[in-house]
């Protein structure tokens, strides 16, 4: 492909990043030096060859960030030329993603979130007193600050939900350079923002150690066994906690005798959607089209939801032994894991349990000297949450812009690369081992009958225990919050947001809700990711509706009209009445949102769209948070 | 060794198999493979697109084509959806009509559609009413819409309603690009890219709302791969991407569609041989086109053929050495 650059010239810096992740150019024709032994091989370059490389796009953005700080105009010239990618297209790419700036930043950054879970912990003054002590954040300067910009200085800005909500208020701090440091900030302060603001480096990871509850109704192991228990960052370890065992059976039972227990088990999704595992994964298996490819979806960003996370960091062994036996069952020989920009201590736990299971001959060929072969590619998202779309994240994966596509077909069919492509949760592969190991019969007996299993919760704001706790299905809401103690001693509940963003709110008088997927159905409310955010009488619900629709305005890929103009249109109508500026009163603006949710709900091309609506709808008819509201303030 | 003998290929002229289904209660039979929206038109029910083309791959994207399947949770986009058998779809519903009519009234909130050619007759139909969003907010700076970063929120003013409004960019002698018109229907970067050009000279840059078409780093036309082909004018559905010549004419009120003719012709500058349409108002060529089922061109032309006809009526200036000649 003849494509036009910018002629900007990299560093010497901006070059090594690059190459870091692309390998050293061959020729001038890829960005090399002129000249070179083999410049006239000009077929080398472009055509197919190149074009396979182009998923390398947001990895060499992402080496580009973490060394420089921002995509600079010759390092998107040198990936650009490296890669056969034209710069408008590439252009297109990093300005679609929040994580990797395309204009000068200092190389300090701290993103501190804002979103609904951290500001039922207070967020908003944390934000407030950080613009009064550090000056606004940096997304609210005028555009002609950057030209004056100190590089070497740090600067704040928002973000949102950072998978956290578990330490809330939350922060993210990354800084970039040769060797880049990430962590996250649990339970942050305005001193401490200020403090990493003014130079200091930061301590320990602040997701390292997270909270868990398991109810006693759980028998046998159960997906928080190993947490806090076993060392995440031995295989050794894991092994001897009956690790592997799974994947051992698995290959003696035989692809299908697999998915006859999941099958059996009755395991649905976790990610959101509950869409029968077996059913997914037997699809996938007697596809013609080769290769087949699994995919680990732990882009976690939907707010309030850390699960994942917990998984990811506390048992990343078992995550990739659950995506080996997956690999096995449907015919899978490469795998990826995609998890979010923003934990640091997952991907690197994750990296660790990789490069140590391939090590021992567990991942690659002729895995546990039984012939199979497969292994395991950690992709990184770049912030943004619609990536978490199944096939939003094959794109982001192929090094697009993150648009969902039109199913069908769908990823059993055509999935990444447009083979047929397993995707599964986090949470869903670690029921996977259990399983094998126990059998499908077993794994459904707990739980309801058309709810298996056990599954893992989320609770937040204004909760006195926030963290992962692990129920069989059929708990009662009531019970689960009982379990992580309900709200701080003294004050009442007012509503529990059920399912994240895209799932909505309950009353406090509904907690007899079974958590099972047949009765969230039938009582209109969803499970969702897991989220149960508690929030009492301090916490401002309609603040939290604001901002959740900001966050879809934020969020949206901005492909199709319904959702990309939709969103902006339904966080205007909420502004409107809270600034006491209605058109055609409250009740006008509320027809209004409930005709703009239809719309929304039947015309966007993929979920985010489609649930743009839901948590407010349920704050609008089931709290009734509107009803009283002809005056500006909640 | 002598090279053996391959054959091409030639199409594949077996009949399709065809799909039965029902649309509006009438049975349809088109072959295998066609969109409902192909097989809406074989039996004359029209629905009405947007970021649909015939010479595009469909990306739909803008929704208003969507139709509804029975046994399908959502509306589909009847443009992309292919027909399977024993489908029933509901083109005209209320459910159906009221998408339709959102989308339509906020894309006419947000956009500019003055001069997207049969909008004005949508909009009455759909009984749209853009104004109920409120004012629309006064138009953004030349080049603040490019530069807005994802993920960098700025609360809404309650007393306007986003628009896309800003000044349109002339950069260039041959055509002008006006964002505030722009539905992003992804047909321009279609024709620019794989589709029709393979010059990527412009991409959907940014997210949500602040999607825009965008060169690299948002540089001028002249600055970009752009080869001028305007090939992305030809397939821009609401004339957010103009011809300099008819931009201007517009603007000084000269512009007079109804007054135009057109003729045929073959372009005569190489060997190709591509279909020509040539506007004509007041016995001077206004714009130059191809048929979109033109089988040479699929609507497509280079920058010869699109503008390189000024010479055909430059008429020499009184005293020139060329008026004296004779000269064109």
């Known amino acids: 492909m003849d494509i036009r650059l910018l002629d900007a010239e990299p560093t010497a810096e901006e070059r090594s990043a690059v190459d870091d992740v692309l390998g050293a150019p061959g020729s001038s024709w890829d960005g090399g030096d002129r000249g070179s032994a083999r410049d006239s091989h000009t077929a080398e370059f472009g055509g197919r060859a190149t074009r396979e490389r182009r998923h390398l796009l947001l990895p060499a953005f992402q080496a580009l960030q973490a060394r420089v700080g921002f995509i600079t105009e010759g390092g998107l010239d040198y990936v650009c030329a490296r890669l056969g990618v034209p710069p408008a297209e590439a252009w297109g790419v990093a300005t679609f993603y929040a994580m990797l700036a395309t204009s000068p930043r200092p190389r300090r950054m701290v993103h501190v979130c804002d979103d609904i879970a951290c500001r039922a912990k207070g967020a908003a003054g944390l934000c407030a007193s950080l613009e009064r002590e550090a000056g606004a954040p940096i997304s609210h300067e005028p555009a002609g600050h950057h030209v004056a910009l100190d590089r070497e200085k740090a600067a704040w800005m928002h973000s949102p939900c950072l998978g956290l909500c578990d330490v809330a208020p939350a922060a993210l701090v990354v800084e970039a350079g040769a060797k880049t440091v990430e962590r996250s900030i649990g339970h942050a302060t305005k001193d401490g923002v200020l403090s990493l603001l003014g130079g200091k480096a930061p301590g320990p990871d602040g997701a390292s150690t ?4 398991r109810s006693p109704l759980i028998v046998g192991g159960g997906l928080l066994e190993r947490v806090g228990k076993v060392d995440p960052a031995s295989l050794a370890a894991y092994r001897a906690a009956g690790g592997y065992a799974a994947l051992a059976k698995a290959v003696d039972m035989g692809a299908e005798g697999v998915i006859r227990e999941v099958t059996a088990s009755n395991l649905v999704g976790r990610g959101g959607a509950a869409f029968p595992t077996g059913r997914k994964w037997e699809a996938v298996r007697t596809q013609p089209a080769q290769p087949h490819y699994l995919v680990c979806n732990a882009d976690e960003s939907e707010p309030g ?20 036996i997956g690999a096995f069952a449907t015919g899978a020989e490469k795998g990826f894991l995609y998890i979010r920009a923003d934990y640091p201590l997952a991907y690197e736990r994750m990296q660790g349990a990789i490069v140590q299971a391939r090590a021992a001959g567990l991942l690659g060929e002729n895995i546990l000297g039984r012939g199979l072969r497969f292994d395991i590619e950690i992709r990184r998202g770049a912030g943004a949450y619609i990536c978490g779309e199944e096939t939003a994240l094959f794109e982001s994966i192929e090094g697009k812009r993150g648009e969902p596509r039109n199913k069908p077909p769908f990823p059993v069919s055509y999935g990444l690369f447009g083979k047929p492509t397993t995707m599964n949760n986090v949470e869903t592969f670690a029921n996977i081992p259990a399983i094998v190991l126990d059998g499908g019969a077993a794994f459904a007996k707990v739980g309801t009958a058309q709810s298996t299993g056990t599954r ?5 704001g204004t909760v006195r225990k926030p963290g992962v706790y692990e129920v069989p299905f059929g708990t009662k809401l009531s019970a689960l919050i009982g379990m992580a103690g309900g709200v701080p001693e003294g004050r009442t509940l007012k509503a529990v947001l059920l399912g994240g963003a895209a799932g909505g709110f309950v009353r406090a008088d509904e907690l007899d809700i079974t958590l099972t997927h047949e009765d969230t159905r039938a009582t209109g409310t969803t499970l969702g990711s897991g989220v149960v955010m508690l929030f009492d009488e301090t916490a401002d619900l309609r603040d939290a509706v604001l901002r959740i629709a900001a966050f879809f305005r934020d969020e949206s890929c901005g492909q199709c009209v319904p959702c990309r103009v939709g969103t902006v249109r339904q966080e205007e109508a909420l502004h409107r009445i809270a600034s ?4 055609g009163g409250v009740k006008g603006e509320l ?16 979920g985010l769209g489609q649930t743009a609506y839901s948590a407010v709808e349920s704050a609008i008819k089931r709290l009734g948070l509107y009803s009283d509201a002809g005056s500006a303030t909640a | 060794m002598t090279t053996p003998f391959v054959q091409i290929r030639r199409p594949d002229r077996e009949p399709k198999k065809m799909v039965e289904l029902q649309v509006d209660g009438i049975a349809v039979s088109v072959p295998e493979g066609t969109t409902i929206l192909g097989a809406a038109r074989t039996i004359g029910i029209d629905i009405p697109t947007l970021c649909y083309l015939e010479t595009l791959r469909p990306v739909n994207v803008c ?8 046994g399908s949770r959502v509306l589909v986009p009847s443009c992309s959806r292919a027909a399977e058998p024993g489908m029933i779809v509901r083109t005209g519903n209320d459910r159906v009509k009221h998408t339709r009519k959102m989308v339509l009234e906020l894309l006419a909130s947000s956009v500019d559609l003055s001069t997207t050619p049969g909008m004005a007759a949508l909009l009455d139909e759909y009984e749209c009413d853009p104004e109920r969003y409120g004012p629309p907010a006064p138009p953004a700076a030349a080049g603040v819409r490019d530069a807005a970063v994802c993920g960098h929120h700025t609360p809404p003013n309650p007393d306007f309603a986003a628009t896309l409004a800003q000044p349109p960019i002339v950069d260039n002698d041959l055509y002008v690009r006006d964002y505030a018109k722009c539905v992003l229907c992804y047909k321009c970067v279609e024709a620019c890219g794989v589709d ?11 997210r949500g709302f602040d999607a825009r078409i965008s060169t690299e780093l948002a540089v001028t036309l002249p600055d970009s791969a752009c080869v001028y082909c305007g090939n992305c004018i030809a397939v821009c559905p609401t004339g957010a991407l103009m011809a300099k010549r008819e931009f201007d004419m517009r603007g000084d009120g000269s512009w007079h569609e109804e007054k135009q003719t057109s003729a045929d012709t073959i372009c005569p500058y190489c060997g190709v041989g591509c279909t020509l349409t040539l506007h004509v108002q007041d016995n001077e060529i206004v714009k130059a086109t191809s048929p979109l089922d033109n089988g040479i061109t699929m609507g497509n032309l280079c920058i010869k053929g699109r503008f390189g006809w000024r010479f055909v009526q430059r008429k020499p200036e009184a005293g020139s050495q060329e008026a004296g000649t004779g000269a064109l």
């Open chain 1, 456 to 460: 893992l919760f989320c609770l937040s």
């Open chain 2, 63 to 70: 929704r208003v084509c969507m139709v509804e399947v029975e």
């Open chain 1, 210 to 213: 997270p909270h868990i509850g």
């Open chain 1, 591 to 606: 027809a209004l949102l409930d005709e703009l949710g239809d719309a929304m709900k039947d015309g966007s091309i993929c």
């Open chain 1, 580 to 583: 006491g500026k209605m058109r």
């Open chain 1, 305 to 324: 939801t850390f699960k994942d996370r917990v998984l990811l960091t506390e048992d990343p062994f078992a995550i990739v032994e659950a995506m080996t």
């Open chain 2, 196 to 206: 029709h050009q393979n010059t990527f000279a412009i991409a959907v840059a940014g």
